[in-house]
């Protein structure tokens, strides 16, 4: 059975934004590309707007321009955004290919999020795309960004695509598979299944780098499940390796509830 003829998953319907980090599709892990698309398109075939925000330019271009190592230098990670962004697009539109659904790419800027007139024309063109069946694929533009405007890390970009095309829900996929009280290598760490709309998290133990979430740390996934949640998107903390069983009904990752919406008047 193709991953299109199973059941309806989970957010059927829905628009969705699925938000993947470099860890999660770079290096060894860009094999993982193939089976994070077959979700999205048995998301996609089932009624749902999926909107893709996908990391991993840089690391995906370093070994192509025979780099040890990530760059320090602006430059050179300008360089490795540039070469990396192509490589790590075809690779989705490959594997979307077999299911013939076409990828757009959309490359922003967080001037283009604060500038109205950019971030319209930007709302304008991912709703096209939605509406022509693609499966709009978006980042950072790593290649024209500095370090004075930049998003910081492509969650918080993921929750303001979110809240732009006023998404349903958005996923944030990573190399853990949920929010836990402490950093989850540490004994006695528990997971949290559930966080409601307000919740400050008091007394959780939220890592800025060392945690396993990739460069941001789970402090930027709690940060952006909030700022997504806030606009009224439900948010769902897992790991990438997982999707497939969380679309089944699996009781995987963080739930952060959404804002409340506002009574008819």
């Known amino acids: 059975m193709s991953e299109t003829q199973q059941g309806a998953p989970r957010f059927a319907g829905e628009r969705v934004v699925v938000k993947v980090g470099s860890s999660s599709v770079s290096g060894d892990n860009a094999a993982q590309i193939p089976a994070l698309v077959d979700q999205l398109a048995r998301l996609h075939a089932a ?55 076409v990828a757009g790419q959309v490359l922003l800027t967080a001037h283009d999020m604060e500038n109205p007139t950019h971030r319209g024309n930007a709302k304008r063109a991912i709703e096209r795309l939605l509406a022509l069946g693609t499966i709009p694929i978006i980042n950072e533009n790593d290649t024209v960004a500095t370090h004075e405007i930049r998003f910081g890390d492509n969650d918080r970009l993921a929750a303001l695509v979110a809240r732009l095309v006023r998404a349903d829900r958005l996923v944030l996929l990573s190399d853990v598979d949920a929010l836990y009280t402490a950093p989850p290598a540490l004994p006695g760490a528990r997971r949290i299944a559930h966080v409601p709309y ?22 930027t996934k709690v940060a952006a499940a909030r700022l997504a949640a806030e606009a009224g998107t439900g948010v769902l903390l897992t790991e990438t390796r997982l999707l497939a069983e969380v679309l089944d009904g699996a009781d995987h990752g963080t739930v952060f509830e959404p804002a409340p919406a506002a009574p008819a008047r």
């Open 47 to 101: 009624g749902c707007e999926v909107i893709l925000v996908s990391s991993g330019a840089i690391a995906t271009g370093v070994p192509f321009l025979k780099l040890d190592t990530r760059p320090d230098d602006l430059a050179t990670q300008q360089a490795a955004a540039a070469v990396g962004q192509n490589i790590l697009v075809n690779r989705y539109q490959r594997a979307l290919g077999g299911h013939e659904i």
């Open 198 to 219: 307000g919740d400050e998290l008091a007394g959780v133990e939220i890592g800025e780098t060392q945690s396993g979430w990739g460069t941001g740390g789970a402090a």
